[in-house]
């Protein structure tokens, strides 16, 4: 049975995809969340028994090609977690590599390895993976995001190996919450790969919501600056 926002019980579990990548940040972040009336509990998840008892999913950063790979290998928790990222009445958070997983089937580009495929959990979204450069080309860079609580605060934003959006589908109610200032934008990828020309409007798009799904293309667990999990978990598990 999907348990509905207003049914979550006082104790919510939230689960963060464990098998690679920046996973045990996450968790400590969420750990020092306080919401009005419940108490998060945040597990990593290694397979289909413990992703069936969490109410919400992180997908972490990381290489979305080896965490891809370890779910398949893992008995049943690949097609658990397309489900997972499918549902409507589940919350799930890609940050980084967990954005580009939570891209359209056939939605992501870009990256040395081909094949990586998307977990469909943001609708009409594809992905360009590492627009923004190498390990090398990492930077950080302060936005001011109007959702987050202290919104004239800004946020550190900490983009390591980037995806970009490459395309959004207009016939999908989808959020911007950030979009980077127009001299951090990458350009643009190619127009003839199979993704088919990306959306320039779109790129510098680095934080989505779409219903109880969110995607951040920058790494709010290594910012220092919980608002960003507070946000999600206020709007998109809880649902207030």
């Known amino acids: 049975m999907t348990i509905q926002p207003d049914e979550l019980p006082e104790t919510v579990l939230i689960g963060v995809l464990a098998l ?4 045990i940040e996450h968790i400590h972040y969420l750990q020092r969340l306080r919401p009005q009336g419940h108490t998060i509990k945040a597990i990593p998840v290694r397979n289909v028994e413990e992703l069936s008892q969490v109410h919400a999913l ?8 080896v965490i891809s790979s370890l779910a398949s290998l893992t008995s049943g928790l690949l097609p658990a977690l397309v489900a997972f990222a499918q549902d409507p009445q589940k919350a799930v958070w890609g940050t980084c590599a967990g954005m580009i997983l ?16 998307g977990w469909g959990g943001l609708k009409g ?3 360009w993976r590492n627009l923004y450069g190498t390990q090398l080309e990492s930077f950080e860079a302060p936005l001011l995001i109007p959702s987050l609580s202290s919104p004239s605060r800004p946020f550190n934003t900490i983009f390591i190996r980037a995806p970009a959006v490459h395309s959004l589908s207009a016939s999908e109610q989808t959020e911007v919450l950030a979009t980077l200032p127009s001299d951090l934008i990458p350009p643009p990828p190619p127009s ?17 919501k ?8 920058f790494h709010p667990e290594l910012s220092g600056d919980v608002r960003v999990h507070e946000f999600w978990v206020e709007k998109c598990v809880l649902g207030r």
């Open 20 to 23: 690679q990548g920046a996973f």
């Open 58 to 65: 992180i997908i972490p950063g990381g290489e979305s090609t």
């Open 102 to 117: 939570m891209a359209e089937e056939d939605g992501v580009g870009g990256g040395r390895k081909k094949g990586v495929k």
């Open 125 to 127: 979204m594809k992905v």
């Open 192 to 208: 003839d790969s199979p993704l088919g020309p990306p959306n320039l409007d779109d790129l510098g798009k680095v934080m989505l």
């Open 210 to 217: 779409q219903g109880r799904k969110m995607v951040t293309s």
